[in-house]
């Protein structure tokens, strides 16, 4: 067995500078010194190579995504009884399941959420893209591009998709904030209060919608999902319906902002890119895998070993956490050549992990993809020279699953 370097785990600190804002240089060290290692801040295992990160994605049997999303324990009993009270089940459905149970939702969810639904998409989407894009350009020399714009464009398609009203974005974004919140270990009392009521008003709202659905089928993505049948299975209960749209809506949002405000940063900060996509926007797709590549909008994930193992020659205690970096393992060298260089040709961009592998892997990536490519082409087409405005920083909220920069000011010629 190879002794894990404790003092790199121990120098893992993502969420404050310099790791924050550049945790790449680290990563680099991971991959060399460290591939397997204990991160005791955070009760993790570091896994940080793509051969580990790829083993462990292949293998849900030994590496268990049930304990994914932990809630907190010991909830005051008023707080617990307005979670019960909403509805709320401490389930996370495909996320934190494991086959057979994954097996079957997620069998479920890609009859709706099938390519020719997402395609459907398209032309709704390009109107609300260009809805906000000339929002945005309306009379402005430069403004914040994540507010602006990466925030609105995935929280209107998230409305479109559940068939609600586009005013009702606002609510469900502060919903998402809350669970996140829910998340944090050791929050103090006023903040945990928030974060269990928005958890318990986002899952009465959607139960509500999903009750709502169920009497009057529309033509929409939900009532799709409502009618879905696997042979000789049962349909998706109520429950497990507002558990699998808490997590569609939860899963989907961020991700997608943060892909939508990294490419353009990513983009700005190469002088000449933004210029040779206008000239040829057929290279958008490729572009979009290799930001995927090179800043991976999810970090990682993480998994439980559920008997004693054995992964980069470090022994694994069953019970024991492991957090994939996928952000890392997508600049391993060995399989991306120059893989701190930021290529839009780049042949083998699309090998990233930035949408996972295998069982879990990620059922809304060509919603994110067509998403971030509509808008891309739409601002290439529009904007002749934008830049980053000089001076200003590109901040990032601490979070150990998703990056993407939460300010982006830039500045441009009217066309
Ligand atoms: C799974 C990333 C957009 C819904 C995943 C996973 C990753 C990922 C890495 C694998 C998780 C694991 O292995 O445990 C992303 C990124 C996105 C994005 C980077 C945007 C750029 C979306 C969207 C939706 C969505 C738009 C839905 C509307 C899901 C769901 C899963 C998932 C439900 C779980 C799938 C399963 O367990 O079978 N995503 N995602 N994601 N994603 Fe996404």
């Known amino acids: 067995m190879t002794a894990p370097s404790v003092s790199l785990g121990l120098d893992y600190k993502p969420l404050e500078p310099p790791l924050l804002d550049e945790p790449f240089p680290f990563y680099a ?5 460290a591939p397997v290692t204990f991160a005791p801040h955070f009760h993790l295992w570091l896994v940080s190579r793509y051969a580990d990160v790829m083993t462990v994605l292949k293998d849900p049997r030994r590496f268990s995504s049930r304990d994914i999303l932990r809630p907190p324990v010991d909830l005051p009993a008023d707080l ?32 709706a959420f099938n390519m020719a639904s997402v395609n459907a998409l398209e032309a709704r989407i ?9 929002a945005l350009l309306r009379g402005a020399t430069r403004a914040d591009l994540v507010s602006g714009l990466a925030w609105s464009l995935p929280m209107d398609v998230i409305t479109e998709l559940l068939g609600v009203p586009r005013e009702d974005g606002a609510r469900i974004r502060q ?65 497990e319906l507002s558990n699998l749209l ?78 994939l970096l996928f952000a890392s393992a997508n600049r391993d060298e060995s399989v991306f050549e120059q893989a701190a260089r930021f290529d839009i040709r780049r042949a083998n961009a699309n090998r990233h992990l930035g949408f996972g592998h295998g069982t879990h892997y990620c059922v809304g990536a060509p919603l994110a993809r067509l998403e971030a490519r509509v808008v891309l082409e739409l601002l290439i087409e529009r904007l002749p020279n934008p830049r980053l405005v000089a001076g200003e920083s590109v901040p990032y909220l601490p979070n150990l699953i998703h990056r993407g920069p939460q300010r982006l000011m830039v500045e441009w010629d009217t066309a």
Request: a negative charge.
């Open 126 to 134: 390009r109107t609300a893209a260009r809805t906000h894009v000339d």
């Open 29 to 33: 060290r991971l991959r060399q010194e």
């Open 246 to 323: 808490n997590v569609l809506v939860f899963a989907g949002n961020e991700t997608s902002t943060n892909l939508i405000s990294t490419a353009l940063l990513c983009l700005l900060r190469h002088p000449g890119l933004w210029q040779e996509l206008r000239a040829n926007p057929a290279a958008v797709p490729n572009t979009l895998e290799e930001v995927l590549r090179f800043d991976s909008p999810v970090v990682g994930m993480m998994r439980t070993v559920t008997e004693p193992t054995q992964l980069g020659g470090v022994e694994l205690p069953a019970g024991a956490r492991l957090l």
């Open 80 to 111: 617990l009884q307005l979670l019960e009270a909403s509805g709320y089940t401490p389930d996370y459905p495909l996320l934190g399941d494991d086959p057979p149970a994954h097996t079957r939702i997620r069998g479920l969810v890609g009859k």
């Open 175 to 239: 919903w998402i904030e809350d669970e996140k919140l829910f998340f944090v270990p050791h929050l103090p009392p006023d903040g945990l209060r928030r974060a269990v009521e928005g958890v318990a008003a986002f899952r009465r709202y959607l139960r509500a919608m999903v009750e709502d659905r169920q009497q009057h089928p529309r033509e929409d993505f939900l009532s799709t999902l409502i009618a879905a049948r696997l042979e000789g299975e049962r349909p998706l209960s109520t429950l």
